[in-house]
């Protein structure tokens, strides 16, 4: 017997024969249609036209004039800090409550979770309300003129965002060490400090990296922060949504965009082939499982110093959000007043409604794409999987900021017309979640059996019969998980769709960052307050449902 014929055919690499089989089954077509065509349509194609539209002229003016080698030098000076600090937050927040014994565990985990489900430039508007030059700490407790605009508000902004995306990497990876060599060291008469410095800290490098590439990548993408707070300090992303919106030189965002696409695509490549193969194996065999040694006295305290100085100042920027949606004028005025809502309600609910409306779209087509895709490429096999496989994750890497100036150059022009629509902005909002639905439904289905299936078709069951009784109904919390987790967003989402916006499809996150960019903060503030209560009655109902794998730590 040959070694080939031992392996499953579902493990296999796509053959000739197994290419015909999957062309004879109708239902099988059909699903590698549903998942090849949006792929082709809303990755490739958009991504291709981008590349090819800048001229040799544009890339010679950008690496010619000072003003964009400052910019793009900015953005990386900004995401290097943003990660060490970030990265660095997140790893104490998680290496903390991975240990026993730590005090206030649920409010960490609850002020952790808060600025995934706002907009991520709330941050940034929070930041100016507080320590700005009206800001109620600097102008209205210590009667300071201080700006935070420039690159120490931007870092700041960007720190309090996206520590909370390395503290979600890093909790699985050092909740999943196993403490025996610990206890073992520790024995042996390692120190607590050795044990730390020679076990636990090898051990996490590759969270630790995978949480820093990820940070890395969501910080050169930024874009609602540096337009809120950057103040003088452009990066690239502000500086293509000037060029494209502002000057109408598309060939010069277009190159702006590539570059920012070439360092996202390395952190991407590093992370999924470097990251994602490494293996650290703590210990081999059965057992009984330890619980991990819990922090030394000091360790601990000086832990829940930075944790809560931390989750104070995330509940101060929501505070005085809501704060300033209830105030007259902010900084010189402070008096309770609902004009703010007034003018939502009057002007601008019907943003709000299309970001509801869009993001359910959007997350119901995310998920139902995302099951299908799970399904295909890791339950068929057909010639061109791997790198329909490879297109499917692609998103992860593409900046919003790219994603929205390559929809401009593919959909405003024949033979797809679709700028200035909702369905562009829809698009959008649901590419840039697939690879995190397709990852989610990729482990549900990695749970289900082979055995399962292979037993229905050998009872007469087709492929459609299989998919629609035995795989969706089991996939059905992957299918919620990427509903709810696309929903919110697509309802914070606003580095690609401020392109793609029109004066009908506009949505709450971009009304929102127009009217903070002309100084409006109470009724930039009031939509950012309804904006983080739908998201967050959406994420606690769905939590009280038993949804307990959406943005856990």
Same mark, same amino acid.
């Not at 240990?99 to 985990?109: A, I, S």
């Not at 010189?332 to 869009?358: K, Q």
């Given at each position: ?23 004879? $089954?109708?239902?099988? &077509? ?51 800090? !943003? ?20 005090? *206030? ?24 309300? /507080? ?15 201080? =700006? ?8 700041? +902004? ?11 990497? /890093? ?18 008469? #390692? ?20 949480? +820093?590439?990820? &940070?890395?990548? %969501?910080?050169? !993408? ?15 992303? &502000? ?8 000057? #109408? ?21 590093? #992370? ?11 210990? !081999? ?30 509940? +101060? ?15 010189? $005025? ?25 993001? /359910? ?40 900021? /790219? ?25 959008? %909002? +649901? ?17 289900? $059996?082979? =055995? ?12 459609? #019969?299989?998919?629609? $009784? ?26 690609? &769709?401020? *392109? ?35 998201? =967050? ?17």
């Amino acid at each position: 017997m040959s070694t080939a014929s031992t392996i499953p055919e579902h493990k296999r690499g796509p053959s000739r024969l197994g290419t015909l089989r999957a062309f004879r $089954d109708p239902t099988t &077509v059909i699903a590698i249609l549903i998942v090849t065509i949006p792929i082709l349509l809303a990755v490739l194609y958009p991504a291709v036209n981008v590349l090819l539209e800048p001229t040799l002229e544009h890339w010679r003016t950008f690496f010619s004039r000072p003003r964009y080698v400052t910019t793009l030098r900015n953005s990386v000076v900004m995401a290097f800090l !943003s990660t060490t600090t970030a990265t660095t937050i997140g790893f104490c927040f998680a290496y903390a409550l991975s240990r026993p014994g730590f005090p *206030f565990k649920t409010f960490f985990r609850v002020t952790s979770i808060l600025p995934l489900i706002s907009p991520p430039f709330v941050a940034g508007l929070a930041l100016i309300l /507080l320590l700005g030059r009206q800001g109620i700490i600097t102008r209205g407790i210590l009667g300071l003129d201080i =700006s935070m605009y420039g690159w120490h508000g931007l870092w700041l +902004a960007q720190t309090m965002a996206y520590y909370p995306i390395a503290a979600m990497t /890093l909790s699985g990876v050092l909740k999943s060490l196993n403490p025996t060599l610990e206890y073992a060291a520790q024995d042996l008469g #390692q120190s607590r400090w050795g044990i730390f410095k020679t076990i636990i800290l090898p051990m996490s490098i590759p969270g630790i990296a995978g949480a +820093a590439l990820l &940070v890395m990548m %969501m910080s050169l !993408s930024d874009f609602g922060n540096p337009m809120v707070i950057g103040g003088p300090f452009r990066v690239m992303a &502000v500086e293509a949504y000037l060029q494209v919106v502002g000057m #109408q030189n598309m060939g010069m965002g277009a190159v702006i965009s590539v570059i920012l696409l070439v360092p996202s695509l390395g952190f991407f490549f590093i #992370q999924r082939y470097w990251v994602g193969r490494r293996k650290y194996t703590t210990v !081999s065999g059965k057992g009984g499982r330890l619980d991990p040694m819990p922090l030394p006295p000091v360790t601990k305290w000086v832990l829940f110093t930075i944790l809560s100085m931390v989750s104070l100042f995330v509940v +101060a920027i929501f505070v005085v959000i809501v704060w300033g949606a209830f105030a007259r004028t902010w900084g010189f $005025d402070w008096s309770f007043t609902l004009r703010n809502f007034e003018f939502t309600f009057l002007s601008r609910m019907g943003h709000i409604w299309n970001s509801v409306h869009y993001s /359910l779209i959007a997350g119901f087509g995310t998920a139902v794409f995302a099951v299908i895709a799970a399904y295909v490429l890791h339950r068929r096999n057909f010639a061109g999987k791997r790198g329909f496989d490879f297109l499917v994750v692609l998103p992860a890497a593409l900046p919003g900021t /790219l994603v929205g100036i390559a929809y401009i150059f593919a959909f405003n022009q024949p033979p797809i017309m679709l700028v200035g629509t909702a369905t562009i902005v829809i698009l959008s %909002m +649901a590419i840039r979640n697939v690879p995190v639905g397709y990852r989610t439904a990729l482990a549900g289905l990695h749970q289900i $059996d082979n =055995s399962i299936e292979e037993s229905a078709a050998d009872s007469g069951a087709n492929t459609f #019969q299989i998919l629609k $009784d035995i795989t969706m109904p089991l996939l059905k919390s992957a299918f919620t998980v990427t509903l709810v987790y696309t929903f919110v967003r697509s309802m914070n989402s606003v580095s690609a &769709v401020v *392109f793609l916006v029109s004066a009908g499809t506009n949505v709450a996150t971009t009304s929102i960052l127009g009217l903070s960019e002309h100084g409006y903060w109470g009724e930039a503030a009031a939509m950012a307050t309804i904006l983080i209560a739908i998201t =967050s009655s959406v994420v606690v109902g769905f939590r009280l449902l038993g949804g307990k794998r959406l943005f856990e730590m």
